[in-house]
C-alpha cells in the first residue's frame, strides 16, 4: 500500500510527500515508528502527538496526520484534519481493511459488569466451537497469543491491529469491552458492531463527564449504528438507563432482566454457595440453568451473553450447556484462599454500585463477621468517595481503608474522604500500606469471618508519584502466613 492509496481514500488535504512511497504502518505513538510509518498526532491528557512529529520523521515516517499546520522536509507530506482521533480511525481502516467486518463484532459498554460479560460471551461461543477473540479491561486475547491489557480498550491503530491479529489467526467472532472514555475519544470511530451490548449506568468517570446525563449520553453514541439500522443492541432493562436507551433506540433491541418485559428473562433465581440457579426464558427455548459464578449480580451478566448467543446462532443446549461449564473470572469474585473456616476473596469493585453488589453477594459465606479492606484511586472522581465509604460500613462488619492507586494524590488524604460517609470510627480502620492493611485483616479473621479485599482485583501493579510497582492482591492474600 501506498501513500497515495490514503490520499485517494480519504477526503483530507495534504502538502508535500511523495504518493508512490510505501506505506508499511499506522500509528499514533511516536516510539512505534517504523520506515514507511504513517504517523497520526494525537492529543493527549498528558502529552501531545504534534510535538513528536519531527521525532517520527526522523524514525522514518512518510506521511504525518494533524491538525495543526506543520512543516516536514519536502518528500514527508502533511494530510491536514480537523479530528486526529477521527483520522487515525479511518487510516487504521484503509490500512487493514473492514477487519471488523469478518468477525461479528459485540461491544460491551456500561458502568460494571463489562468484564464479566465480555467473558461469558467469549466462553459460550468457543464451547459451541467458535473461535472468538476479547478486548478488554483484563488481557487481549487474540487467538494465536494472548496479551495483557494496557487499558479497556486500545487507540484505534491499535484496535485494527489487534483485529486484524485475530482474523488472521482465525477468530470468526469477537468480543470487545468499550469504556466511555473509548468512545468519547472515538477509539472505536468507523467500527461496524454486530451486537452492542449495555449492561447498566452508575456513577463513575464524574471527574471526567461531569454529571450523569452527560456519562448516558457518551454511552448512548455507541448504539447510533443500531438506531440508524445496523446491528443490535442487546439491552439490560432492569436498570433505570436501560429503559431509557431501550425505549429510545426503538427497534432491533433484545431486552434482558427480570422483569416480565425482558425478551431474555431470569425467574425464580436461587444462590448459594456453589453458585447460581434459575429458570431461563428465551426466544430460542427454557429451562433451568446452573451457574457456577458465585454473586446475584451475575445474572444480568448471563442474561447479556445469552442475548448475544442466540442472537448469533447458539442453540439453547449450547447456550445451556455453555454456561453450565463457565469458569471463575480473574478479580470477579474470586475464592484466593480458604483456610481454618475463614474465607478471602478478591473482587475488582471500585464504584458504589458495584461495592454494594458485592458485598450483599459475599454475605451467603458469613458465619461470623464480614470484613473489608478497599481504597479510592487518586486522581480520579473524588465524589464516590464518601459513598463508597457510606455502603461499606453499612454492609460489613468490619473496614479497613487502605491504597489503592493513589496516583499523585496522598493515601492518607483519600481515606479521610471515604471516612466522611461513616457514621461508626469504631469499625473503621485506616492502614494505609496495602499489603500491611490485607496481613492485618487476614490475622484479625476467626472461623466463619470473610474478608473480601475490593477495588483491584486482577491489577498486578499499583500506581503512585508516577510508578507502577509490582502488587497484586490475589498473591499477597496467597503469601499471608499459613500457620
Known amino acids: 500500500m501506498k501513500v497515495g492509496d490514503f490520499i485517494a481514500a480519504l477526503n483530507y488535504p495534504v502538502k508535500g510527500g511523495d504518493p508512490e512511497r510505501e506505506v508499511t504502518g499506522v500509528v499514533s505513538d511516536s516510539r512505534m515508528v517504523l520506515p514507511g510509518s504513517v504517523f497520526v498526532c494525537v492529543r493527549g491528557a498528558v502529552s501531545d502527538g504534534h510535538s513528536f512529529a519531527e521525532n517520527a520523521v526522523e524514525r522514518g515516517a512518510v506521511l504525518v496526520v494533524a491538525e495543526l499546520e506543520l512543516r516536514m522536509p519536502d518528500e514527508v507530506g502533511v494530510m491536514q484534519v480537523s479530528c486526529s482521533r477521527r483520522a487515525l480511525g479511518e487510516l487504521a481502516r484503509v490500512f487493514y481493511g473492514p477487519v471488523d467486518e469478518q468477525l461479528g463484532l459485540v461491544g460491551i459498554t456500561g458502568t460494571n459488569g463489562k468484564t464479566s460479560t465480555s467473558f461469558m460471551v467469549q466462553h459460550l461461543f468457543q464451547h459451541a466451537g467458535v473461535e472468538t477473540g476479547l478486548i478488554g479491561t483484563i488481557q487481549y486475547d487474540l487467538g494465536s497469543r494472548i496479551l495483557p491489557a494496557s487499558r479497556t480498550t486500545p487507540e484505534a491503530d491499535a484496535l485494527y491491529r489487534y483485529v486484524a491479529e485475530m482474523v488472521q489467526g482465525g477468530c470468526k467472532r469477537a468480543v470487545m469491552e468499550v469504556s466511555s472514555h473509548a468512545i ?193 484511586g487518586g486522581d480520579r472522581d473524588r465524589q464516590k468517595r464518601a459513598l463508597m465509604g457510606a455502603v461499606a460500613e453499612r454492609l460489613s462488619d468490619q473496614v479497613v481503608l487502605t491504597s489503592d492507586n493513589p496516583r499523585s494524590e496522598e493515601p492518607a488524604e483519600i481515606c479521610d474522604e471515604i471516612k466522611v460517609g461513616c457514621n461508626d470510627e469504631s469499625r473503621i480502620e485506616v492502614v494505609l500500606d496495602r499489603r500491611e492493611a490485607i496481613y492485618y485483616a487476614m490475622g484479625a479473621l476467626k472461623r466463619g469471618d470473610v474478608l473480601l479485599v475490593a477495588g483491584k482485583g486482577h491489577e498486578t501493579y499499583q500506581e503512585q508519584k508516577g510508578t507502577l510497582m509490582p502488587f497484586d492482591d490475589r498473591e499477597v492474600v496467597r503469601e499471608w502466613k499459613r500457620t
Open 184 to 376: 468519547d475519544l472515538e477509539r472505536v470511530h468507523g467500527l461496524m458492531f454486530e451486537v452492542v451490548v449495555f449492561t447498566n449506568l452508575s456513577p463513575e468517570h464524574l471527574d471526567y463527564h461531569q454529571d450523569m446525563e452527560r456519562y448516558y449520553e457518551v454511552k448512548r453514541r455507541l448504539f447510533e449504528g443500531v438506531k440508524a439500522g445496523v446491528g443490535m443492541a442487546v439491552v439490560n432493562v432492569d436498570d433505570a438507563w436501560g429503559r431509557r436507551l431501550a425505549a429510545e433506540l426503538g427497534h432491533s433491541v433484545i431486552r434482558v432482566g427480570e422483569g416480565e418485559g425482558a425478551t431474555v428473562r431470569a425467574r425464580d433465581i436461587e444462590g448459594d454457595a456453589e453458585g447460581l440457579r434459575f429458570e431461563l426464558v428465551t426466544p430460542w427455548g427454557e429451562g433451568q440453568v446452573r451457574l457456577s459464578l458465585m454473586g446475584r449480580f451475575h445474572v444480568a451478566n448471563a442474561l447479556a451473553a445469552v442475548a448475544v448467543a442466540g442472537h448469533a446462532g447458539l442453540s439453547f443446549k449450547q447456550i445451556k450447556q455453555g454456561l453450565k461449564g463457565m469458569g471463575s473470572i480473574p478479580g470477579r469474585l474470586e475464592l484466593v484462599r480458604s483456610f481454618r473456616g475463614r474465607q478471602v476473596f478478591v473482587d475488582y469493585a471500585h464504584t458504589p454500585d458495584a461495592l454494594e453488589k458485592v458485598l450483599e453477594a459475599v454475605r451467603v459465606w458469613v458465619r461470623g463477621r464480614l470484613w473489608i479492606v478497599f481504597g479510592c
